[in-house]
């Protein structure tokens, strides 16, 4: 998005929001002209000696006054909401997206926006624009004033302004490289500290701490190397506007100078132009300084997390010509990443059944399941499936895996993922899935993780079943579900699952002859293995 399409994406739907910031910043921008004006007025009675009319002069300076701190007042208030505005689109629009099409890949990008490019963006997009309005604003009334005054000196204070304009132009590229370099290592370090923070397990036992401290320390130095260059080149081109502003100032004075000694400007009317041109060249340099923030915001404004996501490109699934009890039925599939690594798999699932699929460690027993949730294409053959499943894989098909995820907040939210579920129907499930002792309102809601309650990796397991069975699902997708707990817990899971009223396709590194021979098929992926 550009800068136009981005304001539009922020701020659709709020013009009045947008009339009532112009309007509040138009009645603050008259400062610009009513201290100038008051201030020449009362020169020109004290040099004349018309002591009379001082009082009418300092009324009208109090009425004015007052108005513009309520204006004043308005602005920033209406310039909150505009921030909230934009932040609560920016974040909003930023998660919709991730979850309209989530992927691990994406999870510390969108991240990243959330709690940094945001906040940058608020500062280097929607408060110099709310600035930019009130600075316009305060030029245009400014100009107004100084040609009534003396339209030569006038025209001479405004060529001598528009000087800084031509700053931002020259700089406007060296800018944003800064500003874009800044951006791509701050991910890159955000990136290197989560792995060395989330994987300090492994970090720790294979003794590689001091590599990575090292490879986060670099990342580190070259982020904040990147956003010293980043404001160097930002209070750079700010310098460089302000340097031109005040040789243009002193050119502008030394000719209304010039104008007062050849009578053609009184002494009250120089001090009044002198005054109100500031007014004006000052709007006029803070122009070209927010047009350099504007500028800078371009790399962070195009962020993958504000982009619509994109239909798949692909579609495994084929629906199954007339009734039938097949739910699922893989035809001759190769499946894989780049190349195959499982060639000419053949499955059939009906209704009702529990099929576990064995094979060792990497053989592809993920990448199965993947490719039947569509994240990832199938290579080749055809994946048939009832038509129901065609249009709402999704919604029909649970996943539960080894890696539970739990939710900060209470059981009861860890358990309704915010639907309205009657605590007798969550009763009822919890004993189902053999926590019986958790069914109480109390338990329901407290907390669970660190600040509350503790469950172990079985209760995790059970939980997720749980989950499952609050949304009405018919067919699980089992992924190692019975990896890394006890016998017991093991044969606890395992016995829940059995009992599972719908279909079941389960993942399984590792299960004793008895409990293979609870399965309606046992398929072994080593044969389909690519050789």
Same mark, same amino acid.
């Given at each position: ?39 020449? %007025? ?7 000696? &018309? ?57 510390? $990008? #969108? ?39 003396? *339209? ?19 700089? &406007? ?15 890159? @370090? ?18 590689? %701490? ?8 670099? =990342? ?6 990147? @956003? ?32 007062? #000694? ?26 070209? $300084? ?14 993958? =997390? ?95 895996? &080894?890696?539970?995820?739990? *939710? ?18 969550? *009763? ?10 958790? =069914? ?5 809601? &407290? ?42 817990? %093991? ?37 389909? =293995?690519?050789?």
């Amino acid at each position: 998005m550009n800068k136009r399409q981005f304001f539009k994406f922020l701020f659709s739907g709020h013009r009045t929001l947008w009339l009532g910031i112009t309007l509040a910043s138009a009645i603050t921008s008259l400062d610009g002209i009513v201290s100038p004006y008051i201030i020449g %007025a009362v020169t020109n009675i004290l040099s004349q000696r &018309q002591f009379g009319q001082l009082p009418r002069i300092l009324v009208l300076y109090l009425l004015l006054f007052l108005l513009l701190t309520l204006g004043s007042w308005l602005w920033q208030y209406l310039w909150a909401k505009v921030r909230q505005v934009a932040n609560i689109k920016m974040r909003s629009t930023a998660v919709e997206n991730f979850l309209a099409s989530p992927s691990e890949e994406r999870m510390s $990008q #969108v991240t990243n926006f959330i709690n940094v490019d945001a906040k940058q963006i608020e500062n280097q997009f929607v408060n110099p624009i709310v600035t930019l309005v009130y600075c316009i604003e305060q030029a245009i009334f400014s100009l107004v004033y100084v040609l009534s005054i003396n *339209f030569t000196v006038s025209l001479i204070f405004l060529a001598c302004g528009l000087l800084p304009f031509l700053v931002p132009r020259v700089t &406007q590229k060296w800018v944003e490289t800064g500003s874009s370099k800044w951006s791509i290592d701050y991910e890159r @370090y955000n990136t290197q500290m989560n792995d060395a923070i989330h994987g300090f397990s492994t970090v720790t036992h294979l003794g590689v %701490a001091n590599e990575f401290r090292r490879l986060v320390k670099k =990342a580190l130095l070259e982020e904040e190397k990147a @956003y010293l260059i980043m404001n160097f080149r930002q209070t750079t081109a700010s310098f460089l506007s302000q340097l031109t502003y005040a040789v243009s100032a002193v050119i502008a004075l030394a000719i209304g100078v010039l104008f007062v #000694v050849k009578g053609q400007v009184s002494v009250g009317g120089l001090i009044s132009l002198f005054l109100a041109s500031d007014r004006l060249t000052s709007p006029i340099i803070t122009i070209a $300084q927010v047009f350099n923030q504007l500028n800078a915001a371009n790399p962070l404004i195009a962020n993958p =997390a504000l982009e619509k996501p994109t239909g798949r490109a692909f579609n495994n699934l084929t629906v199954a010509d007339g009734a039938t009890d097949t739910v699922l039925e893989l035809r001759n599939c190769n499946l894989g990443y780049d190349k195959t690594i499982l060639k000419a798999v053949n499955l059939t699932l009906k209704a009702k059944e529990k099929v576990l699929i064995v094979g060792r460690s990497g053989i592809g027993k993920s990448t199965l399941f993947k490719t039947i949730l569509n994240e990832l294409p199938l290579l080749a053959g055809k994946i048939v499936v009832a038509k129901p499943l065609l249009t709402d894989l999704l919604e029909k098909v649970g996943i539960i895996s &080894q890696d539970t995820y739990i *939710f900060s907040g209470t059981l009861r939210f860890n358990l309704t993922l915010g639907r309205k579920i009657a605590d007798e129907k969550l *009763f009822q499930v919890l004993k189902q899935v053999d926590l019986e002792y958790l =069914a109480t309102s109390e338990h329901l809601d &407290q907390l669970i993780g660190e600040k509350g309650l503790k469950l172990s990796g079985g209760e995790k397991r059970k939980l997720e079943l749980a989950r499952v069975l609050l949304a009405k699902r018919n067919i699980l997708l089992v992924d190692e579900a019975l990896s890394g707990l006890d016998n017991k817990s %093991a044969n606890n899971i395992f016995a829940l699952l059995q009992q599972f009223p719908g279909t079941i396709l389960e993942i399984e590194h590792a299960v004793s002859n008895e409990q293979r021979e609870k399965y309606d098929q046992v398929i072994d992926l080593d044969e389909f =293995a690519e050789k």
